[in-house]
């Protein structure tokens, strides 16, 4: 079975500042993807960021990237120049190649962007 | 499109009743999931379709719990005789085919909220 490790339930940054969440995952497969998720106040859950375990480049999308160190089972989210709208729960979240057994998400990550 | 619905948006009922919550997902999304997500918690898989084949359920489903998807189109989630510990957010998701090319961004719906008294 997999398991995902968020070990900071809440940070709290300025805005316009970086900040660096992390992600530590268990598996014993070799085919498999890893995402972050953003959970709003609203709570609607939308994905951030996506990551192939097969890929060695990092992720990268505008101000979000990730640092994924494979044979540490290592996933951490950076976020440059932060903003007020960045504040909401981060969830990391894996899933086998095959993807029939579901997401299994972290419990997450409380990010605040204060003015 | 208008992405993943999910109705209610909130439920409140009496121990023992029973509920039905509903999942439409995006048109020509095969793959459906269910999660359950608890206060202060990641959400937890609950079960999975291909279409209208329930391909996968998770030990939290509990034989209270049935979930349907007929047509392979919308999904329902029954829970029967609710319990307080059902009390939760239950999220749903779909996603595209062609999983293994890269596909597999899972869009998920806004839950619906249930309480039980």
């Known amino acids: 079975a997999q398991t995902v490790t968020q070990s900071q339930p809440e940070m709290s940054v300025q805005e316009a500042e970086t900040v660096t969440l992390s992600c530590t995952y268990d598996?014993?497969?070799?085919?498999?993807?890893l995402f972050w998720y953003k959970q709003p106040p609203s709570r609607q859950m939308i994905l951030v960021i996506r990551?192939?375990?097969?890929?060695?480049q990092n992720a990268t999308e505008n101000r979000f990237s990730v640092n994924f160190q494979k044979a540490a089972k290592s996933f951490s989210l950076k976020i440059s120049d932060s903003q007020l709208g960045d504040t909401a729960m981060y969830f990391c979240?894996?899933?086998?190649?095959?993807?029939?057994?579901?997401?299994?998400f972290g419990k997450g990550t409380h990010l605040i962007i204060q003015p | 499109d208008t992405g993943v619905s999910q109705d209610p948006r909130h439920k409140i009922t009496k121990r023992g009743q029973n509920v039905t919550f509903r999942c439409d997902p995006i048109?020509?999304?095969?793959?459906l999931y269910w999660y359950r997500q608890t206060l202060g918690q990641g959400p937890e898989f609950l079960t999975y379709?291909?279409?209208?084949?329930?391909?996968?359920k998770s030990r939290l489903l509990s034989d209270r719990f049935s979930a349907e998807r007929p047509k392979g189109s919308f999904s329902t989630l029954e829970i029967q005789r609710t319990e307080q510990g059902d009390s939760a957010m239950y999220l749903c998701?779909?996603?595209?085919?062609?999983?293994?090319?890269?596909?597999?961004?899972?869009?998920f719906g806004p839950g619906t909220r249930l309480t039980v008294l």
């Open positions: 998701a779909s996603s595209p085919r062609g999983f293994t090319r890269g596909d597999n961004e899972q869009f």
């Open positions: 598996t014993s497969e070799n085919n498999y993807y």
């Open positions: 990551q192939e375990a097969y890929k060695q």
């Open positions: 979240a894996f899933i086998n190649g095959g993807g029939a057994d579901g997401l299994t």
């Open positions: 048109s020509e999304h095969n793959r």
């Open positions: 379709f291909q279409n209208e084949a329930q391909l996968e």
